[in-house]
């Protein structure tokens, strides 16, 4: 089946009792049982719920993966993952990553043991001197947040697989409709579900992805054991995200390019951040992995005051933290996402005072490019 058809239909075949078409919200603690031992396939609603279980079985096909386990949010999502690793085990992690999920590795993995080391995986040259005899894991990001360099999944995972490590990619950004990251040789794909799969700024999720068994049971053994599940309520909204996720992310696509060929041409811009641009150094990458370029683009404006003004001129793009709703947000990484991240290490990303990140929505193009305008000016 092709991807529209999958994601409006895997997960969501009609409910057995009264033949409704969207899967119901099943908010029960509990369920009842015929007899000691003797059940309906669920027990406990941490364990199994039908609505969360429809839509584990969506997500996953999206992504062309035999197992998914939808989570609280992205970070618990994360958090589960990194479970595979223990103490004395070292993790590569991208060093342009979210700032949730460097806080995660800097300051509650290594009071536990984990080891990691922060790599440039834009350009894969700096993996092989950077793994150990004890990395079991590489963690990226791509494209990454927030100045969206791009790592060559392939080539990753060829490298990472020869030394006996799994390879994790946060595919947020894209969603499985612009990139399915298994397919490049990743071992397991993580979501935020809050961003573009739920689509509509009213639900916080996470989700894990992989197709190897012996993993999968066990991330299925974490979520079960520390319960960081998604909520039946919250499972419907994201299975009714993801039916428009095709639509809605082509419509990302087309304004995400039109804002950043703008934003390359405007006077006042010294840098735009956007693969979807001939200029990006890793244009050609993108294109190879990627069958879009979302609606994800940062700009640099200079200074910190000349942030400032823009993200308290606009009128149509909200300011807010978060991404991937219809409605077109910006932000303000250094302070917000990716305050966790030391200064000088954001600086040398390019994260700096002047970075301003914008989440294009599917507003009337005309209308979003008036107000980055107005506000720049």
């Not at 999958?6 to 033949?19: F, K, L, Q, S, V």
């Not at 460097?102 to 790599?119: A, C, I, K, N, T």
Request: hydrophobic share 40%; aromatic share 8%; proline share 4%.
């Amino acid at each position: 089946m092709g991807f529209s058809t999958t994601a409006i239909h895997a997960g969501n075949e009609p409910d057995i009792a009264t033949g409704a078409v969207s899967v119901p919200i099943y908010q029960t603690s509990t369920y009842a049982q015929d007899g000691l031992g003797r059940h309906k396939g669920f027990e406990y609603a941490r364990t199994q719920n039908p609505t969360r279980s429809a839509l584990e079985k969506n997500i996953a096909a999206l992504e062309g993966a035999k197992f998914g386990f939808a989570f609280a949010s992205g970070m618990s999502a994360i958090d589960a993952t990194l479970k595979l690793v223990k103490a004395g085990d070292h993790v590569i992690l991208g060093d342009n990553t979210y700032g949730g999920t460097f806080r995660l590795f800097s300051r509650v993995l290594s009071e536990y043991g984990v080891e990691f080391d922060l790599v440039d995986t834009s350009d894969v040259t700096n993996l092989e001197p950077a793994f150990r005899s004890n990395t079991k894991m590489v963690f990226v990001e791509t494209p990454t947040n927030p100045v969206m360099t791009v790592t060559d999944l392939q080539a990753v995972s060829d490298m990472a697989h020869a030394r006996g490590a799994r390879v994790v990619c946060d595919n947020t950004f894209m969603s499985p409709y612009f990139q399915r990251p298994i397919e490049f040789g990743v071992d397991i794909v993580v979501h935020s579900t809050t961003k573009y799969l739920n689509g509509h700024s009213d639900s916080v999720g996470g989700f894990v992805a992989l197709n190897d068994e012996k993993d999968a049971e066990w991330i299925g053994f974490i979520q079960n054991s520390v319960g960081a599940i998604l909520s039946p309520f919250d499972s419907f909204l994201v299975l009714r995200g993801t039916k428009t996720l095709a639509v809605r992310m082509e419509a990302h696509d087309k304004n995400g390019r039109m804002v950043a060929n703008f934003l390359a041409e405007h006077p006042r811009i010294e840098r735009v951040f956007y693969p979807g641009l001939a200029s990006h150094p890793q244009h050609e990458l993108a294109k190879r992995q990627q069958t879009g370029f979302g609606g994800m683009v940062a700009f640099e404006t200079g200074s910190l005051a000349n942030a400032k003004k823009v993200l308290e001129s606009v009128k149509l793009c909200t300011l807010g933290e978060s991404l991937g709703g219809v409605e077109s947000l910006i932000s303000h990484p250094a302070s917000m996402t990716h305050a966790s991240v030391p200064q000088e290490k954001r600086e040398s990303l390019g994260i700096t005072d002047g970075l301003v990140r914008v989440s294009v929505g599917i507003e009337d193009i005309e209308d979003i490019l008036a107000d980055l305008d107005q506000a720049l000016s």
